[in-house]
């Protein structure tokens, strides 16, 4: 096993991310360095799918993208996200929840990272309009997947989401086919 230095933990902040050793995903979850676990080829098939869907239309997908939290050692990465002020292209690598339009998290069962509760109140707290969480299809086959789309509101004075509507992603596929005809 290969392993590399990393500075001390309590100095880690948002900025230190990329300079990071290559070929692992990280977070800083309330200042804790979390290394992701590598995900599957299905996860990767579907996220792939998903972006190039919202990207054919027309709009600014992109994998991996960073959102910050209200402060500099907080920081979790969406599978896809939907960027409506895109920055500079040789600006920070990560953007606030005010950036985004929409994320999405596949879920990993190699990684259960909180998709239906943790990670769902933290990109509601930074006030993103849209969450979608990608999971298994209810047959489990490889080529579909299970999309359940969420909504930001407002109950007693916090930003939540309520879920909207769950549909297989090839439903959502060609709804958004139709859409761009």
């Not at 290969?2 to 300079?19: H, I, K, Q, R, S």
């Not at 869907?53 to 939290?69: N, P």
Request: glycine letters at 10%.
């Amino acid at each position: 096993m290969t392993g590399f230095n990393l500075p001390p933990v309590g100095d880690l902040d948002v900025e230190d991310l990329p300079a990071l050793p290559k070929g692992y995903h990280y977070e800083l979850r309330e200042g804790n360095l979390v290394i992701l676990a590598p995900v599957t080829f299905w996860h990767k098939s579907i996220s792939r799918r998903v972006m190039l869907m919202l990207f054919g239309a027309g709009l600014d997908a992109f994998q991996d993208l960073g959102v910050v939290g209200d402060r500099p050692r907080d920081c979790r990465f969406a599978d896809i996200g939907v960027v409506v002020d895109r920055p500079r292209l040789d600006s920070r690598p990560n953007l606030p929840g005010s950036a985004y339009l929409l994320v999405v998290e596949v879920v990993s069962p190699n990684s259960p990272n909180g998709e239906y509760t943790h990670k769902l109140d933290w990109y509601a707290q930074r006030g993103i309009p849209e969450y979608w969480v990608v999971d298994r299809a209810p047959d489990g086959a490889d080529d579909d997947a299970l999309v359940l789309i969420h909504r930001l509101g407002s109950f007693a004075g916090e930003s939540v989401y309520g879920r909207e509507r769950t549909l297989l992603l090839s439903d959502l596929e060609a709804e958004y086919r139709k859409k761009g005809a």
